[in-house]
Nanobody, 119 residues
Framework: QVQLVESGGGLVKPGTSLRLSCACL??????????MDWYRQAPGKERELVAS???????NYADSVKGRFTISRDNAKNTVYLQMNSLRPEDTAVYYC???????????WGPGTQVTVSS
């Protein structure tokens, strides 16, 4: 059974940083063979892609987080990270870890972790 488990969310002030982690449990091959993504969903808004990292290390970011957020992966730990710097109130959302298994043709989502940026 594959599980994605996020951690690292919290309440922070504008301009500060957080690092989110997502551990892929139950299948190291799904993690190592597929692109890993971070999505977020703010209240009243649709879920949006924040950042992606391919198996080869290619990166993709939403325009709203470019230059502030950094996605990375540790294949030895089956973990993907999202380093978030210079946080803004508009970054407030539930952040979700996601992977699409091309072999299983199936999406996996974590339960989400709340990030609140407020003074």
């Amino acid at each position: 059974q594959v599980q994605l488990v996020e951690s690292g969310g919290g309440l922070v002030k504008p301009g500060t940083s957080l690092r989110l982690s997502c551990a892929c449990l139950g299948s190291g091959s799904i993690f190592s063979s597929n692109t890993m993504d971070w999505y977020r969903q703010a209240p009243g808004k649709e879920r949006e892609l924040v950042a992606s990292i391919t198996t080869g290390g290619s990166l993709n970011y939403a325009d709203s987080v470019k230059g502030r957020f950094t996605i990375s992966r540790d294949n030895a730990k089956n973990t993907v990270y999202l380093q978030m710097n210079s946080l803004r109130p508009e970054d407030t959302a539930v952040y979700y870890c996601h992977v699409f298994s091309r072999f299983q043709i199936r999406h996996y989502w974590g339960p989400g972790t709340q990030v609140t940026v407020s003074s």
